[in-house]
């Protein structure tokens, strides 16, 4: 047996083709198999991060009193006038956020700029797509950090609580997806 062991001379061109064939047929997959992983991994932080904002955005608006929703009594392009609830000092709403979670114009969300107490108007930093109208309720809320395109609903539900919906739209791939959290709150 030692002596066919030194008849060896080594491997022919053939064996060499052969192993360098299996090398590639089972590193390729992997390589394909971790770029996917990598691809999936991205799309899952993707999907945790605009969960994490809509939990966030639940739990700010599941805090928020009474006196931040209710219905508009006007609106023009640029501005909203809130209930007489609403607070009478002026500019108490600069920098928030309001959302028309029901009624015309459902679904947007602005950032408030300027406030005049008295009058109860909020003056926006951008124009409204829909004018809200007598029968848009709306809801005040402080900003959330993120940069994603959100829909806020509110429904009356039974026993004195309102369903709340939030809805966050992000990307992957180029497909928008989304993710909705609900809760309720009682309201008195």
Known sequence: MFRLLLNQRGMSLIEVTVAI????????????????????????????????????LVEEIKSIPES??????GAD???????????????????FNIAICGGTGAGQVKKITGYDGPAR??????DWLVV??????????????GNYRYVINVENNRGGLKMIRVTVYYTVKNQERQVSLTTEKLTR
């Open 21 to 56: 064939l299996i090398l590639g047929i089972t590193t390729f997959p992997l390589i394909y198999m971790y770029r996917d992983g990598s691809i999936q991994a991205a799309a899952a932080r993707d999907e945790v991060s605009a969960l994490n904002f809509a939990r966030a």
């Open 68 to 73: 931040r929703l209710g219905l508009c009594r």
């Open 77 to 95: 392009a640029h501005t909203v006038t809130l209930e007489h609830r609403a607070s009478g000092i002026d500019d108490f709403y600069k920098g």
């Open 121 to 126: 108007s909020a003056v926006l930093e951008s």
């Open 132 to 145: 809200p109208d007598a029968t848009s309720l709306y809801m005040l809320y402080h900003d959330c950090p």
